[in-house]
């Protein structure tokens, strides 16, 4: 047997187990990741973003001391320790009281990480994530130069992601400091330059995401990849993932992408943990899991009931998937490996996945 059958024999096998793993982690449903959408507000008006965000600096908060019951209640029925926070937004720095409510957070024993644009990070910022707590933070990059400029909407948006992480680099304070880049078809044929000076940042991650419809995308579809570009993108993550050690660079969970590429582009075979161990609470007050998730997967209200009810008597449309069989998931031969893809692709008046990238790879079905 030559290595490419035994490598792709072994990872069926693999890919066997991590199954069965899927099924007794819904059952269990054990917390360990929360998403805390602390703003609507941004900075940005970026073309591809996939939050419903606005400039308008009255749009409303939840207030910090109902942010903090669900904090609270989360510390009381669960272990603080083993659930990581993930602060959204928006724009989480356009926050007044973010750092206040984030220190609470962390005394409640919570671990917490941001996803930020980087327009507002300076020295002092970095001082009181660091101060709160902060482990991981990611920093928005999507492309070189005029590329991610473009993108982002703003002149001056590159030179302060590229400075916010610098700044959270050379800080030494943090365990990850990683770039996210959003893929196109433009940025994909500056792959290998933006490689380049993600590696001069000294940071120690690289996130690879690709544009979904969602929030403005939608209006923007030149914005997503076909099938040729797919393949292109992930031909590079494999090759950089095999040569560099010191940069972890991975592809995020975005549908299963088919035996060729799983375990390839990124660390583990595809899993959407939505609603299974990743909920999540959104700007007004609702309980969901991803904050990229429509509104039509929210599960309970903080005006109406704790979060610990809810996670254990809710959220059964995301624990058990099959009523996602419909039509071309109904009768697919890798269901169990997919399971009607990433929940943030389920197009709800379709009735099936925006996009199965398994169908777009193997591009002879089409
Ligand atoms: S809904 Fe999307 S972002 Fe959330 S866990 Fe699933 S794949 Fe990841
Ligand atoms: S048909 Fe559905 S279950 Fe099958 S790979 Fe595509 S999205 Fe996944």
Redesign the pocket.
């Known amino acids: 047997m030559n290595f490419n059958k035994r490598n792709s024999y072994k990872k069926r096998i693999q890919q066997w187990g991590w199954n069965q793993g899927k099924k007794l982690r819904a059952n269990i449903h054990d917390l360990n990741y929360f998403f805390w959408e602390a703003t609507l507000k941004c900075n940005l008006n970026c073309l591809h973003c996939g939050s419903d965000c606005s400039k308008d600096n009255n749009c409303t908060e939840l207030p910090a001391e109902k942010v903090l019951q669900v904090f609270s209640n989360i510390a009381e029925n669960y272990s603080a320790q083993d659930v990581m926070v993930a602060v959204t937004g928006g724009e989480p720095l356009m926050r007044r009281d973010l750092f206040d409510v984030l220190n609470k957070v962390n005394q409640l024993g919570f671990s917490w990480g941001m996803v930020t644009n980087g327009m507002l990070v300076n020295e002092n910022v970095v001082k009181k994530c660091a101060e709160t707590g902060m482990k991981t933070v990611s920093v928005s990059l999507d492309g070189v130069r005029e590329s991610h400029n473009w993108l982002r909407n703003e002149a001056t948006s590159y030179d302060r992601a590229i400075g916010a992480l610098r700044l959270f680099s050379k800080a030494n304070k943090f365990d990850t400091v990683e770039a996210i880049t959003c893929v196109n078809p433009v940025n994909l044929k500056q792959l290998d330059e933006l490689y380049r000076e993600i590696k001069n940042l000294g940071i120690n991650s690289w996130r690879i995401l690709t544009i979904f419809p969602k929030g403005r995308a939608v209006s923007s579809k030149a914005l997503s990849l076909k099938a040729d570009e797919f393949k292109e993108l992930f031909s590079f993550i494999k090759e950089k993932r095999q040569q560099d050690s010191k940069l972890h660079i991975n592809y995020s969970e975005e549908?299963?992408l088919g035996c060729d590429w799983e375990k390839e582009v990124r660390d583990d075979f595809y899993y959407c943990g939505a609603g299974i161990n990743i909920a999540g609470l959104l700007w007004d007050g609702a309980y969901s899991a991803c904050p990229s998730l429509s509104r039509n997967w929210i599960q309970g209200s903080i005006n109406d009931s704790l979060f610990s009810d809810v996670w254990e008597t809710k959220y059964a449309n995301m624990r058990n998937r099959d009523w996602m069989k419909k039509e071309?998931?109904k009768g697919?031969h890798?269901?169990s490996?997919?399971?009607?893809?990433s929940l943030h692709l389920w197009d709800w008046d379709e009735n099936k996945?925006q996009i199965?990238?398994?169908?777009l790879l193997s591009i002879n079905i089409e």
């Open positions: 549908g299963y071309h998931c697919c890798v269901w490996n997919c399971q009607g893809s996945p199965c990238h398994y169908r």
